[in-house]
């Protein structure tokens, strides 16, 4: 699934491939993948992408038009990607939305997602607000440190279902939760409220170090992650605990990597991952 530094690189290429790009065309293949905002897609044409930016593991488009603008917001889900060319795409059928753009030498964008999770929704500001307001938390990759903290102090439930809600803190998903924790040495069960402030803080400098390496390195390609351009992530390279169950702890402890089976997996060591 794609989680914060994934959809950053998508961000990313976005950016550089069609910002000031003007969408020509706009086909809609499946209407239910548009959760809201039908009436605006007869807008969309002709207007001018302005600006691309995340959300949480959402990608929002700005789009001018005539000096209004409008917002086009993509939630990748579990295997929601955009792609450049169709060709990218290993099962075409599921290209749910396909633009046609002009101003720009990148000519086409697909939105893929073959599990349908997540979708697009078309939005005024009012409405990407109340839905920015109503979805998502502070975001993991620009969070202070004493707002973590304070987040983590009020949290009288276990850290991994903190880092998985993202009313709470948005954009970290099993994944990144499972490697942040690790490498913090605090174990997924560890009550946020229960946690000393040392670990608190050296959690946050664990999610901000983990967050902007994965970032660095294009994110985790793990099933069907790629970028729009195809490319892959190579983060999933140096994953030092998710999916490593049965597995010699990288710590040197000598103790074997455990899988917890709850709604997510979790993986960690019972030897370095403290619940205080």
Known sequence: MPELPEVEI??????????????ATLAIHRSDMVRTGHDLIPWLPQATVTQVHRIGKCVVMTCQRSQETRYLLSELGMTGLWFFKAN??????????QMTLSGRKTRELHYWNPRRFGGLWLFELSGLEAFMQRRFGPDALTITQDAFCHLVQTTRGQLKAFFLNQQRLAGIGNIYANEILYRANVHPDAKGHQLRST?????????????????AAGGSSIRDFRAPNGSKGHFQEVHQVYQKDDQACLHGCATLIQRLQKERSSFFCSSCQKKR
């Not at 998508?10 to 790009?21: N, R, S």
């Not at 990218?88 to 939305?97: M, V």
């Open 199 to 215: 670990s608190r803080q050296r959690l946050h400098q664990t999610m901000q170090e983990v967050l902007r390496e994965a970032i």
């Open 10 to 23: 998508v961000v990313q290429h976005l950016k550089a491939h069609i910002l000031g790009a003007t969408i």
């Open 88 to 97: 990218l795409a290993t099962s075409p059928q599921h290209i749910h939305c």
